[in-house]
């Protein structure tokens, strides 16, 4: 009889680890197993170069939300932003794509905006900045091309 309780003693703690494996990653991971409470908006750039898939949107250094999707529309890259329900972002909002620090990732920057209309699901912000491809400037000051 002590065996069969030791065995459910084991596999109840190996139950609770897995489950606490399976929370870590959804959390470190960013996952969503059930879609948020978030509404869309696009942006349209010359060029998304690093910007990935997931990568985190902010305003004011604070995230609210995450890049959804990176399409090509005619000449163009449109990004989709998933935005956190309950943050306004006006039609005069201004999307960039930002690195953090010389080599790190990329993000995308918000500036919200404030007057004007807010922009519903499905919007799109106009004024855009791409980021700066630090491979084509060091390739630039390389070869004598800096103006």
């Known amino acids: 009889m002590e065996r069969g309780k030791l ?11 897995i489950l606490c494996m399976g929370y870590l990653a959804i959390k470190l991971g960013k996952l969503e197993l059930v879609g948020g409470d978030y509404y869309e908006l696009k942006a349209d750039f010359s060029s998304t170069s690093g910007l990935k898939k997931g990568a985190s949107v902010e305003i004011a250094g604070v995230e609210v939300g995450r890049v959804k999707e990176i399409t090509l529309k005619e000449d163009q890259a449109q990004v989709v932003l998933a935005i956190q329900d309950g943050i306004p ?10 690195t ?3 080599i790190g990732e990329k993000f995308m920057g918000l500036s919200p905006g404030g007057s004007g209309d807010v922009l519903s699901n499905g919007g799109t912000i106009v004024d855009t900045e791409s980021g700066i491809d630090l491979e084509q ?3 630039q000051f390389i070869h004598g091309n800096v103006e």
Do not use: P, T, W
Request: no cysteine; glycine share 12%.
């Open 7 to 17: 065995e459910f003693v084991v596999g109840v703690f190996v139950l609770v680890g």
């Open 89 to 98: 972002i006006y039609n005069d909002a201004i999307a960039s794509i930002k």
């Open 100 to 102: 953090r620090g010389i």
């Open 137 to 139: 400037v060091i390739s």
